[in-house]
């Protein structure tokens, strides 16, 4: 992905730490993770935000393109955890995260390579279920997640290096999936968290075809017709602080 969506990532981070600061300055009730206190009393804290990191493994599922190969990318954004109840064993999570994901593509026998690059908004909502009753527990968390499609390109090479072939590709914007994980508390308010997220919605559209656009013709991965589908799959390590 090029610099300024780098930069923009580095300032979605800066204004997340900044929301953070103001709320734990101005609402009594909201702790700072990076002070949290591991006291379970009907006083305590009843909601928590924060800043996240993510690492991701992404990938195609679906019929339009050929040898889909994982695609490594990386994500941040913000956490709000809510206790639902008084023993605090189930909670409300959401996020809003910006994510990069997609798919690499390998030609046989070659060592040129392609790859599709999505970014993405994504709002995951999640109810977080506790699994163990010690001072650090684990979480099971079930949700689902809107993401949003604001940018796309396709890059292909050789070796580790490529070049920006087409940005704008014509998938639709928005994106449904359901998610699975669990998140493990680790001290000093910060937790490591693991997802598995699938796209519901088949996100390809007849406009990859070479006859209605020919700048898809000789692109690699070849751009099948219409009746072909693609579906997001992702599996994210994050850090939440």
């Known amino acids: 992905h ?3 969506f780098k930069y923009f ?4 981070l800066f204004t997340c730490s900044a929301f953070v600061k103001a709320q734990t300055d ?6 700072s993770p990076l002070q949290q206190q591991n006291i379970d009393t009907d006083d305590n804290i009843k909601t928590k935000l924060g800043v996240k990191f993510t690492l991701g493994g992404h990938t195609f599922r679906g019929s339009a393109f050929d040898n889909a190969h ?25 996020e809003l995260n910006l994510t990069f994901k997609g798919s690499k593509f390998a030609k046989p026998n070659d060592t040129s390579f392609s790859k599709i690059s999505l970014s993405y908004f994504e709002l995951p909502v999640y109810l977080s279920i506790k699994l163990s009753k010690n001072k650090l527990p684990a979480h099971l968390i079930v949700g ?4 949003y499609l604001f940018k796309s390109s396709i890059t292909q090479g050789f070796g580790q290096y490529g070049e920006v072939k087409l940005n704008g590709l014509p998938f639709k914007s928005f994106d449904f999936s359901p998610a699975i994980g669990f998140r493990k508390e680790l001290g000093s308010g910060i937790s490591m968290q693991f997802t598995t997220k699938y796209g519901m919605v088949n996100i390809y559209t007849d406009k990859f075809d070479p006859t ?3 700048r ?19 599996f994210e390590l994050a850090f939440l602080f």
Request: glycine share 10%; proline share 3%.
């Open 2 to 4: 090029s610099m300024r």
């Open 9 to 12: 990532t580095l300032i979605l």
């Open 26 to 31: 101005t609402i009594g009730y909201i702790e």
């Open 70 to 94: 994982p695609l490594f990318g990386f994500g941040a954004g913000m956490y709000n955890i809510i206790d639902l109840n008084k023993k605090k064993s189930l909670k409300l999570q959401w």
């Open 144 to 147: 689902a997640q809107l993401g």
């Open 212 to 214: 209605v656009d020919e």
């Open 216 to 234: 898809y013709k000789g692109i690699y991965p070849v751009f099948k017709n219409g009746t072909h589908d693609v579906h997001n799959l992702s």
